[in-house]
């Protein structure tokens, strides 16, 4: 079953992944949509995004993966937390800054940059998270591979699952793309980083259509906007259990 899977990968390794990463990441915005509670979907925003996924983001993720796995070979730990290091120091503002300037210049603005200039910086805090938090916890997770998970104490983590296993931890600093890319380079084959990558970008893409249309680029009008969705759900599940 795994070889038939890994099968079009082997073959068409470049195709086969920036076909998921462009089908996932334009999933983020679906989503996104669906949850926003709107009567129609908006499928030119949607195709937008699709179009930046699969011209840029799908693109770069594939050769950029494919640079570092050949300029650091291997999975030891001084050799994942360099590419981490590079990763988000280099691929990820670029990454976020085509997501904010390609969508705008796709949909015909006359200033492509603005979503960019006000929103950029706290997108990137996002992404980024405490740096000395994010290795402890990466080291941790190095030493007891079997293990399978991190121990995460109460008071210090807060998980929020929303539907979409939307996560993110809120209190450590620690945020999304530092720890999924670490499991990225220490775990996953180089043959799929890009699918993978793919995957986490689902998540990802919800965030930041969001950001895009209505939010700010922080986790918390993210979180502001979930809880509206939420009471709003419950409000229109308690009307219509009222008798008539």
Known sequence: ????????????????????????????????????????????????????????????????????????????????????????????????????????????????????????LNTYKVSLGTRRIQMRICAALWRRPENGRITRQQDSVTFIGVHSCVCFFVQTGLTYWPFMQFLNFALVPPLIRTAFTGCCGFVWATFLCFSHQSGDGTITAALDWIRDVEHKREERMSGKDRPE
Request: net charge positive.
């Open 1 to 120: 079953m795994r070889d038939a899977l890994l099968a079009p990968v082997r073959r068409f390794p470049w195709a086969t992944n920036v076909a998921l990463y462009g089908c996932l990441f334009a999933g983020g915005d679906f989503v996104h949509q669906c949850f926003s509670g709107k009567e129609r979907v908006d499928w030119t925003h949607t195709r937008n995004v699709a179009v930046v996924a699969f011209s840029f983001h799908g693109n770069f993720n594939f050769f950029w993966m494919r640079f570092l796995e050949r300029r650091f070979p291997g999975n030891a730990l001084r050799t994942v937390l360099r590419k981490l290091l590079l990763d988000q120091t280099v691929a990820a503002p670029l990454a976020i800054s085509a997501f904010y300037t390609g969508v705008s210049l796709v949909e015909g603005r006359d200033e492509i940059l603005q979503d960019w200039k006000e929103k950029f």
